[in-house]
């Protein structure tokens, strides 16, 4: 039987900086993870290079699943900084960059990070049981035991950094959301987020020819949210910044709204180049704002099949306005999203109602602490998620 002031279950983003927040104040601390190595997902993340956190940082870039209280990560985010985790990364001398809208990457390897954060948890005494998966947890006269394949563990607190189901194939694990219920604390259903949405069976047809188109500045609406980047054709359906910003906000059965030329009046474009050169093809009219094949493939799905070669001069003022409208207002209802396999967060988890957000520590059960995309709040694209990661952790590291 190990004994530790504080357990950490996962060794992820969360874990390993709660792990290091603690062990540098002193705090025995011991990390426990099913999973080979520590740092899976921020191995991969921004495709290896980690996008890990946003110069423009601020609570508005992120939301609960429940449509709790928007500020609640605000606290959190207050405590540890872009700069907290810039100085640390300068501090070890990882090379890093600004992308672009404050997204800040590591120029080298990610696994730079999580080396990082290993080093500075083992010089702070901080021990890590890797491959080791927990069995059970129990909570006795104010202490808990962990059960794990390999022996147990008693702890006055235990947070659990478990991670959400997104990316299974580098061990995501629905353990938290089992102890969070365990423990008598609500969890909000979880979906997949950050993530491509798949086109229905007719759409899918009439839009196979367009993998790998890409458009650089589409906007996409839904209930009430807009995002304007970049936007991507699968041969599944669509993906991109704006696409995956969007399924954040998307639910099943319900439609996106996407304009394919924002910022620009098509209709007043068109009929002015009906007057400027009457004998050009729609077609080729169309082809300076989209890409020819995506502006063919959308002409037709809209029902305008007999415009497509018609000459500027022959078609009226009406049909050009009801295309442009199509163009601007594209209804497109996804018959799913590509699920957890390459979400690249989980929506929902634990309600934030059950956590303190200072501290992140459960109003019902003292000494329990949730961290991470384990709880209920997640960030937009752009480095968001991984500094909440970041925070969390370093908030709870400060109370265990």
Request: aromatic fraction near 8%; charged fraction near 20%.
């Amino acid at each position: 039987m190990i004994q530790a002031d504080v357990v950490i279950i996962g060794a992820g983003a969360a874990g390993l900086m709660c792990a290091m927040t603690a062990g540098q104040r002193g705090r025995r601390a011991v990390v426990v993870d099913h999973n080979r190595y520590p740092g899976q997902k921020v191995r991969v993340a921004g495709g290896g290079h980690a996008n890990f956190t946003n110069l423009h940082l601020d609570a508005r870039h992120y939301q609960s699943a429940a449509g709790t209280d928007p500020n609640f990560c605000a606290a959190a985010l207050a405590r540890f900084r872009p700069d907290d985790y810039i100085s640390l990364v300068n501090k070890h001398g990882i090379a890093w960059y600004e992308k672009q809208q404050g997204q800040l990457f590591c120029t080298g390897s990610a696994q730079q990070l999580v080396d990082l954060l290993l080093r500075e948890g083992e010089r702070a005494g901080v021990r890590y049981q890797m491959q080791n998966p927990v069995r059970q947890v129990r909570q006795q006269t104010g202490k808990f035991t962990v059960v794990t394949a390999t022996g147990s563990l008693t702890c006055d607190s235990l947070v659990v950094a478990t991670g959400g189901l997104s990316l299974p194939k580098i061990g995501a694990s629905d353990l938290g959301y089992r102890l969070a219920v365990q423990f008598g604390l609500s969890v909000v259903p979880v979906q997949p987020a950050l993530v491509a949405l798949l086109c229905q069976n007719a759409e899918r047809v009439l839009l196979a020819g367009l993998a790998g188109i890409s458009l650089p500045r589409v906007q996409v609406c839904c209930r009430g949210h807009c995002f304007v980047d970049a936007m991507l054709f699968t041969h599944k359906g669509l993906s991109g910044p704006a696409i995956l910003q969007i399924s954040s906000f998307w639910r099943p059965q319900e439609t996106i709204v996407i304009d394919l030329v924002p910022d620009r009046d098509l209709a007043v474009l068109l009929k002015q180049a009906k007057v400027s050169r009457p004998k050009q093809e729609l077609l080729t009219a169309l082809a300076v704002f989209l890409p020819r094949r995506l502006a063919l493939a959308m002409i037709q799905m809209f029902g305008h099949h007999d415009l497509a070669s018609r000459r500027l001069a022959e078609i009226g003022d009406r049909d050009l306005s009801q295309l442009a409208q199509s163009l601007h207002h594209w209804e497109f209802c996804p018959a799913d999203s590509d699920g957890y396999r390459t979400a690249e967060v989980t929506l929902g988890g634990v309600d934030t109602r059950e956590l303190d957000p200072e501290t992140l520590m459960s109003r019902r059960v003292p000494g329990l602490y949730f961290i991470g995309e384990v709880v209920d709040v997640t960030g937009q694209l752009g480095g968001f998620n991984l500094h909440w990661a970041w925070a969390s952790g370093y908030a709870a590291g400060l109370s265990v």
